[in-house]
């Protein structure tokens, strides 16, 4: 019987830690061509980030991350500030944005990309 109780309670312990918790998001994230979106994909290719895809035509993100990495929500955010891109919930420092290419810049004023999705730009 204690064997039968110790076998349960490991079955028990392996089955919690295997099913960690995902979440699934969709935000904004302010780009202007496939340089763009190229940088924010690779910036989600990190431990916990299970899937990231941006369509640069809605200017939207989806994300499927694991919340024991990434317990809040901004977190997830914070990445494609850190990258140098706007989300509808957290807003890129300057320095960052002002590491982009000139071809990305999307803030008022800037200058915008011809409407092409060239990614032939060298990442100054």
Known sequence: MKNFLLLAFAIIL???????????ITFSVSAVCGM???RIE????????VIADYDLKTKKLHVVYKTKQ????????KIA??????????KATDEAYAN?????KYREGAN???????????ND
């Open 42 to 49: 690779e910036a989600y290719d990190v431990k916990g980030i």
């Open 70 to 77: 990434f317990p809040n929500e901004l977190d997830v955010h």
């Open 36 to 38: 763009c979106e190229d």
């Open 112 to 122: 915008q990309c011809s409407g092409d999705q060239d990614n032939s730009h060298d």
């Open 100 to 104: 982009l290419h000139s071809c990305c």
């Open 14 to 24: 392996s089955t919690n830690v295997l099913a960690q918790k995902k979440a699934d």
């Open 81 to 90: 500030a850190a990258a140098g891109h706007d989300t509808e919930k957290i």
